[in-house]
């Protein structure tokens, strides 16, 4: 079993980074690959955006081409912890942002890859 807590979120200004952390927790964390999905507003049937990802030990990261060129993830092992840094936010970024632990990595990853989801943090860009 998998808890990933992902503390943060809130009003955010164009142009300014949005930065949560995820915090996987339990024996297995390491293993998995994490990344972040979100949510636009509440229509029923829309499934999660992928927005990045990164694997274990190898490093391995991917991005969605939304977010390439203004996206970094990064994993501190030690602490068990996974950030993300979006720059240059657009009011179009605003969305509900998901932590999620996969256990196989495909090229193009979709929410159904995820074995297991955060909470969720709403984040809304707005001037």
């Known amino acids: 079993q998998l808890h990933l807590a992902e503390p943060g979120g809130g009003w955010l200004h164009p142009g300014g980074p949005l930065g949560p952390p995820c915090a996987p927790s339990?024996?297995?964390?390491?293993?998995?690959?994490l990344a972040w999905f979100r949510q636009f507003g509440q229509a029923p049937g829309r499934e999660r955006e992928f927005v990045a990802l990164i694997g274990g030990s190898d490093g391995l990261s991917l991005y969605a081409d939304s977010v390439k060129g203004r996206c970094a993830i990064s994993r501190d092992m030690a602490k068990s912890t996974v950030y993300l840094q979006l720059n240059n936010l657009k009011p179009e970024d605003t969305a509900t942002y998901y932590c999620?632990?996969?256990?196989?990595?495909?090229?193009?990853?979709?929410?159904?890859?995820?074995?297991?989801w955060g909470q969720g943090t709403q984040v809304t860009v707005s001037s």
């Open positions: 999620a632990a996969l256990s196989r990595i495909r090229t193009s990853p979709t929410a159904r890859d995820a074995d297991y």
């Open positions: 339990g024996p297995t964390a390491r293993y998995y690959a």
